[in-house]
């Protein structure tokens, strides 16, 4: 992979509403705002929390697995990239120093620690409190030294910065179960008169564009234009397409997007009206394909 960025997912502290075990919801909470390109607010923490509980992935404390969380950070759309869920403190058979090594600063990861009371910032010597067991944080960067950039809840600095730990401070701690989670689309600012509503980004004139098509079109929506349609079904087995005031959008079989400029498609238009002109047997059928192209132009 290519040299590591910080995934910014904010500062937090996990002694908030009064509950005493919710590192694994706080270093959540972080780990997924930094997949979705924002920072986490102690709401989320909460919010988090109320709903592991409600699902009984949390106890009354806030306690929780890494396999809670993960089963949590699915219902929020998350797209986990792996999970290790825990088994015994010594990590068996996961190298757990290279997969930070290969995803940190690319990917944001939930780190459980049998050890956390081990932790200590190798910058500034603030550490864990003493006592702190199967703790867990956000991984979410490397220095230019090579430690790991950590949003660390039960650390003392834990809202004034990241906390820096070498790879022999979390050997120390004893890293016991990873999650880790791949990063969203990132999105933009939708052009002015359009609402998002339930994933749709819905168009003044009440076209809608969705799924996979939005996330073509929305950085180029500038380009693209207008939808002149909703997206809908052609003649392809499972291909689909969308008519654009700049461009023809779509989607192939396998669910990814394309991409069909319409100088393009009126020249398809034109060579295949040149092809039929001869069999077409009456002036319905001429003047039908002639709108179609005119609808091009």
């Known amino acids: 992979m290519s040299e590591p960025t910080v995934l910014d997912g904010g500062h937090l502290s996990e002694f908030v509403g009064g509950y005493t075990g919710i590192c694994g919801e706080t270093a959540l909470a972080v780990a997924l705002a930094a997949a979705n390109y924002r920072e986490a607010t102690p709401q989320d923490i909460l919010d988090i929390t109320a709903a592991m509980r409600a699902a009984g992935l949390a106890e009354a404390n806030g306690a929780s697995t890494l396999a809670g969380l993960a089963a949590f950070a699915k219902t929020r759309s998350a797209v986990v990239e792996q ?3 825990y088994q015994a403190d010594n990590f068996p058979g996961v190298d757990w120093a290279n997969l930070l090594l ?3 600063g690319h990917a944001p990861m939930v780190l459980q620690l049998a050890n956390g009371q081990a932790l200590s910032d190798a910058v500034t010597g603030a ?3 003493s006592g702190v067991k199967y ?3 956000a991984v979410l960067g490397r220095t230019v030294g090579g430690a790991y950039l ?3 809840g039960d650390n003392p600095q834990a809202t004034t910065g990241y906390e820096t730990y070498t790879e022999p401070d979390l050997a120390a701690a004893q890293p016991c179960a990873l999650l880790i989670l791949k990063m969203g689309v990132k999105t933009v600012a939708l ?3 359009y609402q998002d509503i ?4 819905v168009a003044p004139n009440g076209f809608k564009v969705v799924g996979a098509i939005r996330a073509l079109w929305e950085p180029y929506s500038a380009f693209a234009g207008d939808p002149l349609e909703d997206e809908h079904a052609t003649d392809v087995a499972g291909v689909t397409e969308q008519r654009f005031y700049g461009c023809v959008l779509g989607t192939k079989p396998d669910g990814t997007a394309y991409v069909a400029p319409a100088g393009q498609l009126v020249a398809d238009l034109r060579a295949d009206d040149a092809a039929k002109t001869a069999s077409l047997a009456d002036a319905a059928k001429a003047e039908a394909l002639a709108a ?3 609808a091009f132009l």
């Open 191 to 193: 052009p002015t008169g």
């Open 150 to 152: 950590c949003a660390d």
């Open 127 to 129: 550490h864990d409190e």
């Open 198 to 201: 339930n994933g749709a980004a």
């Open 83 to 85: 999970e290790y869920p």
């Open 102 to 104: 290969s995803f940190a």
């Open 135 to 137: 703790h867990f944080i």
């Open 292 to 294: 179609a192209i005119k």
